[in-house]
T-cell receptor, first 115, second 112 residues
Framework: GNSVTQMEGPVTLSEEAFLTINCTYTATGYPSLFWYVQYPGEGLQLLLKATKADDKGSNKGFEATYRKETTSFHLEKGSVQVSDSAVYFCALAAYSGAGSYQLTFGKGTKLSVIP | SQTIHQWPATLVQPVGSPLSLECTVEGTSNPNLYWYRQAAGRGLQLLFY??????ISSEVPQNLSASRPQDRQFILSSKKLLLSDSGFYLCAWWHETRNTIYFGEGSWLTVV
């Protein structure tokens, strides 16, 4: 089956530091890749996505590139802010036949940004 | 407009009581729908998914069940709650045209 592996946290950074959260996947076919963010006490919100190889998703200063050769979708941000403190989930969606799509999530990485 | 909603947002239930969480989507037809549970400080565990009315696939055998009585309605139930059922429950919708996963607001369940 499909799987998503992301770096375990927690990750603690100072404000304005560079952020990388690694994500690799295993899937058959051509999955779509996503990063979701969960702020404390809230549900999951889409941060960015990429639907085919070499696509770059970007939003709010975050970006990730769909690398099929390395099966990776690492999340990066050049300068984090305190407001970026949240849990980040890497995910993929893949068609599994008969009109069904399999959604697979990583375990989440908690990011804390300190002033 | 196309939206997903789930309720209730918060509930505290005694052990042994029943549970019903409801999820509805609007502005679409024949959606793929999913129920996930997130235990405190942990990742997402897929509980059930459904590709259509009356079609339910269970990923983890447990104290919960799901039903899809209407095309845009997905219900998570339990006849008798356990303490271990406590957690954050999320309904999700795979939007095939937009190639995106949308989540409901989430439901916090505390079993006491």
């Amino acid at each position: 089956g499909n799987s998503v592996t992301q770096m375990e946290g927690p990750v603690t950074l100072s404000e304005e530091a560079f952020l990388t959260i690694n994500c690799t996947y295993t899937a058959t076919g051509y999955p779509s890749l996503f990063w979701y963010v969960q702020y404390p006490g809230e549900g999951l919100q889409l941060l960015l996505k990429a639907t085919k190889a070499d696509d770059k998703g970007s939003n709010k200063g975050f970006e990730a590139t769909y690398r099929k050769e390395t099966t990776s979708f690492h999340l990066e941000k050049g300068s984090v802010q305190v407001s970026d403190s949240a849990v980040y989930f890497c995910a993929l969606a893949a068609y599994s036949g008969a009109g069904s799509y399999q959604l697979t999530f990583g375990k989440g990485t908690k990011l804390s940004v300190i002033p | 407009s196309q939206t997903i909603h789930q309720w209730p947002a918060t509930l505290v239930q005694p052990v042994g009581s029943p549970l019903s969480l409801e999820c509805t989507v609007e502005g679409t037809s024949n959606p793929n729908l999913y129920w996930y549970r997130q235990a405190a400080g942990r990742g997402l565990q897929l509980l059930f998914y459904s590709v259509g009315i009356g079609q339910i696939s269970s990923e983890v055998p447990q104290n919960l069940s799901a039903s899809r009585p209407q095309d845009r309605q997905f219900i998570l139930s339990s006849k008798k709650l356990l303490l271990s059922d406590s957690g954050f429950y999320l309904c999700a919708w795979w939007h095939e045209t937009r190639n995106t996963i949308y989540f409901g607001e989430g439901s916090w369940l505390t079993v006491v």
